[in-house]
Structures are given as C-alpha cells and as structure tokens.
Nanobody, 126 residues
C-alpha cells in the first residue's frame, strides 16, 4: 500500500503554468507505476499522464507537449508540470499508484490503480 498526498493546485489564468506534487509514503514507491488523473465537474475521471518505474512516460493526447510528468525516487515525490493551461484543463487532479509496469502502465485504466490521493483543485480561468 502507498499513501498519496497531492499539493500545488490553485487558480491560474489561461496560458499560465502550475506544478503539482504528490508525496508518497512507502518503501516500494520507486517500483510503482505512478500517474495523474483528473475529473472535471460532471465528467468521468480521465487519465492525464503515467510514468513507469523505469521512467517511461505516457500522455493523453490533449496534454501532449504541454504537461510533463516526472518522479524523484529519492524524495518519493511525483510531479506534473503543466504549461499553456487552458480552461478545459480545469479539474480536480488526482495522483494514483500501483505495482504495475510495462503495457499496464501505459494504459489509462482507472481500475488498474488501487492507491489514490485526495486530489487538488486546478481552476483555469479564461
């Protein structure tokens, strides 16, 4: 089990940048697949970015070139650097983790992840 806590959310104007962080507890963090999901009001939770234990990454099409996921295994922290933000990026952002790898860690299936944070809100104004 991994406990996750997101931070870094807040109001931002369109075109701006924001960096989200997710602090993870547990000694097996470095071996976990980590990811960011988001849920906009009235919509289902969707995957945004994933990073495997070997550092390989996957992004949903709508954020490619604008968002960067990274991890610091020494500090047990996951990051999501977001730039060129759009009002459509407005959502609650959640950190997720599980002991999966390879093709499992490139598929944005919520059911693959058993560990979730409480979320951090990101409102983007036009």
């Amino acid at each position: 089990q991994v406990q996750l806590a997101e931070s870094g959310g807040g109001s931002v104007q369109a075109g701006g940048s924001l960096r989200l962080s997710c602090a993870a507890s547990g000694s097996t963090y470095s071996s976990y697949c980590m990811g960011w999901f988001r849920q906009a009001p009235g919509k289902e939770r969707e995957g945004v970015a994933l990073i495997d234990s070997d550092g390989s990454t996957s992004y949903v099409h709508s954020v490619k070139g604008r968002f960067t996921i990274s991890r610091d295994n020494a500090k047990n922290i996951l990051y999501l650097q977001m730039s060129s933000l759009k009002p459509d990026d407005t959502a609650m952002y959640y950190c997720a983790a599980d002991a999966i790898s390879g093709s499992w860690c490139s598929n944005f299936r919520r059911e693959y992840f058993g560990n979730w944070g409480q979320g951090t809100q990101v409102p983007v104004s036009s």
